[in-house]
């Protein structure tokens, strides 16, 4: 039987052959310092290749727990630096009483489903109503406002993303901070238009738009974007190009604002509506 | 018989092999090698494993007993016993040496013969030159060493083809 195939004769000399030749090689290797380090040098350009690739594709595979961790640490510094805010302009009587709730408390959610093609893009995330997520919450990212929820079933939240054109957030401008809204005009998924900014503002090109805090949605001083251009419009405003920080085509890991005084505000909201009708 | 004749060969030609290369300098542009001979010469019905065995067998030895660095030699030959089939088959025709035993000059014909030799030889010189500078930096500093080297070794190995196996085989 052995033998018999011409493939596994071929095969078995192939093989002795190369046995043969790396024999060789390792001789000469040993026998000669030229060789062995020129052999060294392949060979450990071979390894480093392999050691790299390996390390590359275990980089990958881990970088899921790398998120989760990065998203529970951002999100512990993200509520210490709402006590501090809250805390530092009377430290005194409000840290020894201990009382101290921050303003706002964030639930980091995960995005299932993401549209950046239409005039009206969603997102939904993995959090609902059982996370504590309720109607009407703002949604952040750190690199910016991504919308509102609208809608939560148990496990899941249905938000109207930034990127709609129905949608618009209060938002000011460094260093003069007059504010304005800010809104998606529909057409690059980068790009969104501050309007409403009064002509006697100064600002200039590369100037940071942040999030005003008028609305009980967001927290403030949330970056946005940068100016990029803007032209006046009606002789009276001016209507500024913003160019957005947050990439909403990559968009993976979120924040769901919660704001404790949000009941307090509406109360007073309502109270004062009803006075006005 | 087949056998002790064989082991007989090897033992003379690494001997020659030796003397030749180790105790004669001939200087920087010229190795001396022609235990080739000896594995191109093996009959035509050898298996090409046991073939590179002997080669490797071979060479090594040559490599023991004389100055070069040890391995290469062995490596040379393996690489060129693993073709000397195929070069075989391209100087001959078909059928042509299934009578044959041996593929040497009588046989194959001045002319075949050289090429055959040429060729396997070339093969190994090459292969010798670019183990020694592993790789292909110093090819055109080796060129001059590798040219002369087949041309004087394979004038050598007829010779001694022809003086001794020519007449006397059989």
Known sequence: MWGKSPF??????????????????????????????????????????????????????GLGDVNDMLRAENLKLLRELELYKKISPHSDSLLKSGEVTPDFSYIPAKVVANSTNKLHNYIILNKGRKNGVEKDMGVISP?????????????????????????????????????????WEGRRTDYATLIEIPYHINF???????????STLFPPD????????????????????????????TLHYVNIVVNNNKEELDLIQGRTNGKDK | ?????????????????????????????????????????????????????WAFITGLTVDYFSNTILGINSFASVM?????????????????????ER?????????????????????????FSMVESFGLTHFIYNLPRVIISVAVNSFLIILIEYGVFYKNWR
């Open chain 1, 8 to 61: 596994i004769r071929a095969l078995t000399t192939l093989l002795l052959f190369l046995a043969l030749q790396g024999f060789s090689l390792i001789i000469i290797s040993r026998e000669s310092l030229f060789q062995s380090v020129r052999i060294g040098g392949v060979v450990m350009h071979l390894k480093t290749g392999v050691s790299g690739f390996t390390s590359d594709i275990n980089y990958y595979f």
């Open chain 2, 1 to 53: 018989m087949v056998k002790t004749s064989n082991f007989i060969l090897f033992l003379l030609f690494v001997f020659i092999q030796i003397i030749l290369s180790a105790l004669i300098d001939f200087g920087p542009l010229l190795f001396i090698s022609i235990y080739p001979l000896f594995l191109l010469t093996r009959p035509v019905n050898t298996s090409l494993p046991s073939l590179m065995i």
């Open chain 2, 80 to 100: 060129m016993v693993f073709f000397q089939f195929r070069i075989l088959g391209l100087v001959c025709r078909k059928g042509d040496m299934d009578n044959q």
């Open chain 1, 143 to 183: 690199r910016g406002v991504v919308g509102v929820v609208t809608s939560v079933s148990d496990h899941f939240s249905y938000v109207i993303s930034f990127l709609n054109i129905n949608q618009s957030v209060s938002a000011k401008i460094t260093p003069s901070m007059a504010f304005g809204p800010l809104i």
């Open chain 1, 204 to 214: 200039m090109v590369g100037d940071t738009v942040y999030t005003s805090g008028f």
């Open chain 1, 222 to 249: 949330l970056p946005l974007g940068t100016v990029r251009k803007s032209e006046v419009t009606k002789g009276s405003h001016h209507n500024i190009q913003v160019k957005l920080f947050q990439d909403f085509s």
């Open chain 2, 103 to 127: 593929p040497g000059l009588r046989e194959l014909g001045f002319t075949r013969f050289s090429a055959y030799l040429g060729i396997s030889i070339l093969l190994h010189h090459m292969t």
